[in-house]
């Protein structure tokens, strides 16, 4: 990690220390982060992302998809770096220009995996753990920082596991702390959906979109600091709509700008009802 400010102290009885982690079973007394800290803030929403570290493409592409799509509805994706559907979760996140926070099993010094995201999220997100400075990774930390993760969001989703998985353990974290566990469904000859079916007969809740998911967790309003999030361009998107059906293609003709940007500017519309999209990819303003 190339960073070298001291990651900051948070003390759970000083005024930096999330409200939410302070209320679940055995907090930490600390935590040391690295980042933008007003994602900790009370009333941010966060959703919580984790998964299998072997998905498949299926996973990998599902997970990126909801960390894309929560984030450019103004939602902080929480997860914790591992390979797979956390990293895939937390690149999303970062690709649609929104927060993300990555809770790491080690000091955030010694980043596990040391890979070069971990100074992008520094730089992006929030960067956050329970163990010192210097403190390696070790096997038993990371199902103990699943209780961080569950803790700090409103709702947490499983996106592939095996039968015996550590998002099992954040799944249980998220119930003994009265958050909302949905899951992903997937193959039923796939050994990375066992998980996921497994959570689904025992009571989470089953969910196919990040737009879903919103409803589930905030009811039919925006999740909250949505709007805040927004990008000063979508205005132009809904100028062009303004009295017109036009298609992506055609969006991204007239605003000058390429279509893959103009796609997440109207999943973030979208998601917010300020945009519908009807038969055969016709957008028009809702």
């Keep these: 990690m190339k960073a070298t400010i001291p990651p900051l102290c948070l003390e759970r009885s000083g005024p930096s220390y999330p409200s939410q982690l302070a209320q679940i079973d055995g907090p930490p007394d600390k935590l040391w982060a690295r980042g933008d800290l007003k994602l900790l803030d009370p009333g941010k929403a966060r959703i919580a992302i984790v998964g299998s570290r072997a998905p ?55 980043p596990w995996p040391a890979v070069p995201m971990v100074d992008e999220i520094a730089a992006k997100g929030l960067l956050l753990s329970e163990y010192e400075p210097r403190t390696p990774p070790r096997p038993h930390h990371f199902p103990l920082r699943n209780r961080i993760i569950s803790g700090l969001s409103d709702g947490l989703i499983v996106i592939e596991a095996a039968a015996a998985s550590g998002s099992l353990i954040s799944a249980r974290w998220a ?31 089953l969910v196919e979109g ?77």
């Design 175 to 205: 119930v003994d702390q009265g958050r909302e566990v949905f899951a992903l469904p997937g193959r039923v000859d796939q050994p990375m959906s066992a998980g996921c079916h497994r959570l689904l007969r025992e009571g989470a809740g």
């Design 56 to 110: 498949t493409p299926y996973g990998m592409v599902q997970a990126e998809r909801f960390g894309r799509e929560l984030a450019a509805a103004g939602v902080i994706v929480v997860s914790g770096l591992a390979r797979g559907v956390d990293q895939a979760a937390h690149r999303g996140a970062l690709d649609a220009g929104g927060d993300t926070i990555a809770v790491l099993g080690s000091g955030l010094d010694k």
């Design 210 to 286: 990040p737009a879903e998911l919103l409803s589930l967790i905030y009811g039919d309003s925006p999740a909250p600091a949505a709007a805040d999030k927004a990008p000063a361009n979508l205005g132009r998107v809904e100028s062009v709509l303004r009295g017109e059906t036009l298609s992506a293609d055609e969006i991204a003709g007239a605003l000058g700008r390429p279509i893959d940007r103009v796609l997440v500017e109207l999943v973030q519309l979208e998601l917010v009802g300020r945009v519908v999209r009807g038969a055969g990819g016709l957008y028009r303003l809702g």
